[in-house]
């Protein structure tokens, strides 16, 4: 039985530049079948639970991040290999214990959300270190007096309050992630 929007998600997925595979333990001819109307060149069929660790082992070792999406008990162990271990809510006990992230809906479009959500996320880390680094490499020399011989000084007192700006700033633009729409 193919997820509703499977083939939607997995047509988004690409269009992204993210390589999708079909791992499957299912046998070959079922799943090419499954694959074909997925859209989804990259097929591996009759695998064993030890195989398709190894598969996400010498992925990682490419230097690919790998996300594994599964929801039975063969699944488990690449899920839990794997960069970031995907499970439906509707999956099994141990799936879902081994992966990072549960689909509380068993609807695959939050694999998408998930993804728009982690870089995001990643951004507004890199904005907060940017702002918390600039504020310190700015505001910490000047109130030592490093360049008071310039005539560039500053009380530290009002250093220090640039330092709780910096905080508020990067507590702000955190909580920007809170609007994301789905």
């Known amino acids: 039985i193919i997820r509703e929007?499977?083939?939607?998600?997995?047509?988004?997925?690409?269009?992204?530049?993210?390589?999708?595979?079909?791992?499957?333990?299912?046998?070959?001819?079922?799943?090419?079948?499954?694959?074909?109307?997925?859209?989804?060149?990259?097929?591996?069929?009759?695998?064993?639970?030890s195989e398709k660790t190894k598969i996400i082992k010498d992925l990682k070792e490419e230097g690919k991040i790998v996300m594994m999406c599964g929801d039975g008990i063969n699944d488990s162990p690449a899920l839990a290999l794997?960069?970031?271990?995907?499970?439906?809510?509707?999956?099994?006990d141990i799936a879902r214990d081994s992966s990072d992230v549960i689909l509380t809906k068993n609807d695959l479009?939050?694999?998408?959300?998930?993804?728009?959500?982690?870089?995001?996320?990643?951004?507004?880390i890199k904005q907060n270190l940017f702002w918390a680094f600039f504020y310190n490499t700015l505001m910490i020399p000047i109130a030592i007096g490093v360049l008071s011989p310039f005539g560039i000084a500053i009380n530290p007192m009002i250093a220090s309050l640039a330092m709780v700006l910096s905080s508020f700033t990067v507590i702000l633009n955190a909580l920007r992630l809170k609007r994301i729409r789905l």
């Open 5 to 49: 929007n499977a083939k939607e998600i997995v047509s988004t997925l690409k269009h992204t530049d993210i390589d999708v595979i079909m791992l499957t333990g299912d046998n070959e001819k079922t799943a090419k079948s499954i694959a074909d109307i997925l859209e989804i060149k990259n097929v591996i069929a009759n695998v064993t639970p």
């Open 82 to 92: 794997s960069d970031i271990g995907v499970s439906v809510n509707s999956g099994t």
């Open 109 to 124: 479009s939050s694999i998408i959300n998930l993804i728009n959500i982690s870089k995001k996320t990643i951004k507004n």
